[in-house]
């Protein structure tokens, strides 16, 4: 007799081999936008590769649990939806017994100079909850008593814990993520609008009740008002951009990184790229986005069954979302908020969860009908 045959097919080689080109760039330009700042700093200890080291790190750590996730069946993890809700609910408010960082309670603290940011957690929790419970309700999902308001509830109670964090960017993506899961399962078009006029509500809301998410507003509308304050980093982000040109001005060579923007290795990263790689180097890296977004697509609707559909709808949607709302920011299309570029940031949780769930998307295109 001969051997039994897996009951997994082959990877998705495409999305798999698109991932570890974003990580790869992503590590590449962490150490040349943070370079010239770690290596005047007495804070990273005049080491230019102090960033680099880290990120690496996180890469490999995260690439080792992605590899992990993209062999176990996605099917497991709807016995853990509950632990996992619980857990982090816990870490979400935790952060708060920690010291805030402009303002901000994000992070809890570890040892060793780590740290973890539990709202890039919540977004996937969110996700695999939507997914799970979905697949459920079968023909509820067209009441809005049963198919809109507990996700509404849920995701709301989420988001409102990291709204509270000072977190608005990540709490919208939550939400938007949401409405996205919901559209896909079949909700009825009338309930999806009152959803989408209600979240928009909301995010003018808390944007015009925070005096500083209020001066991002308007500084966005005209930051040359404002040049050396509120419209300071956009202005230099557009500097770095127009500097590029459309070969860009060489890996290592960008002048905005020397001071001028700040930490240009977080969210205004895409910049540099910019700067550095000029319009090529940028459109590229929209490409490689948009060919992720086509594969999670086409893994979303060749998944065998409804909870992987959901799950790989809300994966992909997550950062898709990220990816569009960063490169906006950066380029002076919407208000300033911080949103890291996936997988290109620096940033080891949001690194490492980014990947965890990129094994999921992995195993669900391994498991297509």
């Not at 960008?254 to 090529?280: A, T, V």
């Not at 959901?310 to 908020?337: D, F, H």
Request: glycine share 10%; aromatic share 12%; with cysteine.
């Amino acid at each position: 007799m001969g051997k039994p045959k897996n009951k997994m097919g082959q990877v998705d080689f495409v999305l798999f081999t698109t991932i570890l080109i974003l990580v790869a760039i992503g590590i590449i330009m962490v150490y040349s936008a943070s370079s010239y700042a770690s290596l005047h700093s007495k804070s990273y200890n005049y080491d230019d590769m102090y960033f680099l080291k880290k990120q690496g790190l996180w890469a490999i750590i995260g690439i080792t649990f992605m590899i992990i996730a993209e062999k176990r069946d996605y099917h497991k993890l709807k016995k853990n939806t509950k632990f996992l809700m619980i857990v982090t609910i816990i870490l979400l408010f935790a952060v708060f017994a920690f010291p805030d960082n402009h303002g901000a309670r994000r992070w809890i603290y570890l040892p060793g100079g780590a740290s973890i940011q539990p709202s890039e957690i919540a977004k996937y929790v969110v996700v695999l909850y939507l997914a799970k419970s979905i697949e459920q309700k079968g023909e509820k999902m067209k009441t809005f008593r049963y198919g809109i308001m507990p996700y509404l509830l849920v995701s709301g109670f989420f988001a409102g814990i990291v709204l509270m964090e000072k977190n608005l960017s990540i709490a919208s993506v939550i939400m938007i993520v949401t409405l996205i899961v919901l559209f896909a399962s079949g909700c009825r078009i009338k309930h999806m609008t009152m959803l989408f006029l209600l979240v928009f509500a909301a995010g003018i809301t808390f944007t015009v009740t925070e005096s500083y998410r209020m001066k991002r507003l308007l500084s966005f509308l005209d930051p040359w008002k404002d040049p050396k304050g509120d419209g300071y980093q956009l202005i230099q982000s557009l500097l770095a951009l127009g500097s590029g040109g459309i070969l860009g001005m060489g890996i290592g060579k960008s002048r905005q990184k020397c001071y001028y923007i700040p930490e240009p290795h977080n969210d205004f990263i895409f910049s540099i790229i910019g700067e550095e790689l000029g319009l090529i180097g940028c459109i590229i890296i929209i490409c490689l986005f948009l060919v992720f977004i086509w594969r999670g697509i086409r893994t979303a609707v060749r998944a065998k069954d409804i909870f992987g559909t959901l799950l790989a709808i809300g994966i992909t949607g997550v950062i898709a979302i990220q990816a569009i709302i960063n490169i906006a920011v950066v380029t002076g299309s919407m208000p300033v908020t911080g949103v890291p570029l996936p997988f290109i940031s620096y940033g080891g949780s949001s690194l490492v969860f980014n990947l965890i769930a990129m094994g999921v998307l992995l195993n669900i295109s391994r498991q297509t009908d």
